[in-house]
């Protein structure tokens, strides 16, 4: 024993598993112990990802609850939806911390989830104990909490956007609009007609339009936040790219606002929390700037001809989106500082 914390990874063999140990790899305070992946038991890790050839030389194993207990002390769950429904509860039961990457454990009412994600909803025992992973807007919660639910991609780079102003009562909750758009790694690396390269290169496409999943977290969080029932209208955009989100958000002023009495409210709300970035006045982040990296970069604009403000809110959605605030929740959890092992410069150009 090295002293440092164990870390088993299911669903290591897609993109937030494949992110989540190259995360692990580098972080000063855990360790890789178990990597799982039940459809691939028996293959080494390397024959999925080559680039990690001579560096994870472990070999996949089965989905084993008691393994993972002799093996692990916390346990991510980088799942396909439905997964971690099941396999969570035997977690928790085992002693053991987890971090859920899915979306099974997000929504706090089962029927919800099941009409979005037509899967069968968890324990609601299991639901009310998962603590809700937003970092900078919920993050005293994960402080020794045993089961975290990590937010979505969209959810988070669009709640970082709207959270301040409807902390403040700056904004009517009932006129938002958000319009997102993403890489083509958030749909992971199943084959899917969409994401070929034929099909996806050189246009964008408009998809789940007003059905996408991840609208009632996003309203869960406004809600919270507002004191009140947001519903919103969401819609999501396809782009010929690998990694990245961008989200514009539109919302009505509740009262004449300039763009620095804005930005400032920004700036006082993200005090402190290092990996949310606010741009001056009249700036506007691009996805580029925070490619392999666990930021979350924002500008805003008022509109004083339509009394609107508009929010423009940029993250990698592998990694602020996935598994860069997964291991922020882990070191929440752990009392650590919360940019251990995540000090990335963004990969640019």
Not at 22 to 30: G, M, S, V
Not at 52 to 80: C, G, N, Q, Y
Not at 117 to 134: E, N, Q, T
Request: glycine share 10%; net charge negative.
């Amino acid at each position: 024993m090295n002293g440092k914390l164990r870390t088993a990874i299911v669903g290591s063999t897609g993109y937030g598993g494949v992110e989540l140990i190259r995360l692990l790899l580098q972080h000063p305070k855990a360790e890789i112990t178990s990597v799982i992946s039940s459809s691939n038991a028996g293959a080494l890790y390397a024959e999925g990802y080559p680039h990690l050839s001579e560096i994870v030389t472990d070999r996949l194993e089965a989905i084993d609850v008691a393994a993972m207990k002799s093996k692990a002390d916390v346990v991510f769950l980088a799942t396909p939806h439905g997964v971690s429904t099941e396999l969570s509860p035997k977690l928790i039961d085992a002693g053991l911390k987890v971090i859920d990457v899915s979306g099974d454990l997000r929504l706090k009412q089962g029927d919800v989830y099941e009409t979005w994600y037509k899967h069968k909803p968890a324990d609601p025992a299991y639901l009310d104990r998962a603590v809700y992973g937003l970092c900078e807007v919920f993050g005293e919660d994960v402080r020794g909490a045993d089961l975290i639910a990590n937010p979505g991609c969209f959810p988070t780079a669009t709640s970082l956007g709207l959270v301040p102003l409807l902390a403040e009562g700056w904004i009517d909750p009932s006129t938002i609009i958000s319009d997102a758009k993403t890489g083509v790694s958030g749909a992971g690396r199943g084959l899917g007609l969409a994401y070929h390269y034929s099909e996806i290169n050189e246009s964008t496409l408009a998809y789940k339009v007003n059905r996408h999943q991840h609208t009632p977290e996003i309203e869960q969080t406004l809600s919270r936040v507002a004191g009140q029932e947001v519903t919103m209208t969401f819609t999501t955009h396809l782009l010929p790219m690998t990694r990245g989100i961008l989200v514009t958000s539109y919302a009505k002023l509740t009262q004449a606002r300039t763009d620095e009495e804005v930005v400032n409210l920004f700036r006082s709300y993200y005090e402190g929390r290092k990996f949310v970035r606010i741009r001056p006045v009249g700036k506007y982040p691009a996805t580029k700037e925070v490619s392999g990296s666990n930021y979350c970069d924002i500008g805003v604009s008022v509109d004083a001809r339509t009394g609107r403000v508009t929010v423009i809110s940029v993250i990698d959605n592998l990694m602020k989106g996935a598994a860069g605030q997964a291991v922020q929740n882990l070191n929440l959890m752990m009392g650590w500082d919360e940019s251990t092992g995540l000090d990335f410069t963004p990969v640019y150009p």
